[in-house]
């Protein structure tokens, strides 16, 4: 029963930021996920997965038990990781992890948001005990971190290349622990062509992917120059505006000329008057990221045969800006709810719509209020990330730490490049994975902590045989 109140308090702690906003954390495409069940469009751009898994918990009516199952979850994910690579699992160790997460980290925003991002953290550390744990495991355990793996991973397209890049770190432990990865990677692979076959009528993982792939390359510059290039003659809508997608180029944003969560590649993407949303005689362009994905993919297709190295050059620099971009706030401000988040709500029942209005974030009352505490992130995980390599070294022979050390950085690195590189960097992509550094390093240090205790606690070997203690130790005094 103790055990059982440490896991539900700490899914609380993980948590707080829902209960000091009044509601549920929310951000604009919160409200997409929530028509996946309310209205008869299968969303173009998103995966039809969180919006069904999260509607047994809210059922229309209410939010509250989405934040508070994905805090629990999180939870018994930390209470596994201590049982399996800390040393040991208990009330008094669990609580110290998630308070010290809780209080230092971005895991509570993620994990409060209703949002698909706290998937992201769920693979990786279900991944990470399926690869390096399963002598720790049951078999119930282990058939539930597999579904919890491929859900999550089938959640947001991001997480398959970081499931992905784990399946190959899960050969240190064997062919065995690779398999055990790879199978929640094959479960998400399948759910999402059989979903995308019937809702798109396409058997592919990502129908209208290109076109976000074609916003990165713009922004970059790569494929504004095959536009230019091979326009007219192509015969593309985008042919249309040769000469004007400058503005959605490399100096559309300049340092400090646009806020740091909008990018080029969003302008291009959902601005109104942008490409994507105009066609060629300006008129309005229905679900343009949908109607453009054919074409996207014949630009992005001869973009990468023209400039391979600059498109790759381009991915570098958007992977390293992306490992930089940890901070919290881009999903606090009331101007990341919109009104479309309320609509979505009212079908809930007015009720349910005075709450979201009542709340401090939808009054932007909320990045005030938590601004004075964040500083301490960016501290706590420099030391996190240097803990986590010095312990990750010091047990090294140690196959199960190593795995699990250099899993959480190949992890780091593959969501940097699946967002950075294919999407654009934003700090609530790094924000909602960096604080597993800091998790890793604290679990490791109660690992070393158990074993130091353990070995004070031996008898030696000169003791147990009867020989006299040396001079000055504690028993020969």
Known sequence: MRSLGALLLGGLMLVWPAFLNGYPLVFSDSGAFLHQTLGPL????????????????????NLWPVPIAQGLVLSHLLWLLARTFGGGAWPGRHLLLCATLAALTAAPFTAAMVMPDVMTPVVVLSALLLGFGRAALSRGETAWLSVLAALGAAAHLSNLPVLGALVVVSLLAGWRAARRVALPLAGAVALLLATNLVGHGRLSLSPHGATFLLARLVANGPAIRTVEAECPAAG??????KGR??????????????????????????????????????????????ALSGEAGEIVRATLVREPLAVALGAARDTLAQLLANRVGDTLEGRHVGEGMLRRLEAFGPAEAARLRAGAQWQDALMPIVSPTL???????????????????????????????????????????????????????????????????????????????????????????????????????
């Not at 173009?44 to 809210?58: A, E, R, S």
């Not at 990750?392 to 795995?403: C, I, M, P």
């Open 42 to 61: 299968m969303i173009w751009d998103k995966p039809w997965i969180y919006g069904p898994l999260i509607l047994p918990l809210h059922l229309h009516r």
């Open 375 to 477: 500083w301490v992130q960016g501290p706590v995980l420099i030391l996190g990330a240097a803990g986590l390599l010095l312990l990750g070294w010091r047990g090294r022979w140690e196959r199960a730490v190593l795995g699990f050390a250099l899993g959480l950085g190949a992890a780091l690195l593959a969501n940097a490049f699946a967002t950075g590189a294919l999407s654009g960097p934003h700090d609530r992509y790094g924000a909602r994975l960096a604080w597993v550094l800091v998790a890793g390093a604290v679990v490791l240090a109660l690992r070393a902590s158990a074993e130091a205790i353990s070995a004070a606690g031996r008898p030696s070997a000169a003791a147990g045989s009867g020989e006299a203690a040396p001079a000055g130790s504690p028993r020969a005094a």
């Open 245 to 290: 997608l400058e503005a959605y180029g490399p100096l559309a944003c300049p340092p400090g000329a646009c806020p740091r969560d909008l990018l080029a590649s969003d302008i291009f993407l959902w601005h109104p008057e942008s490409p994507v949303n105009r066609d060629e005689a300006g008129r309005p362009r229905d679900f343009g990221g949908r």
């Open 236 to 241: 593309w809508s985008l042919c249309a505006f």
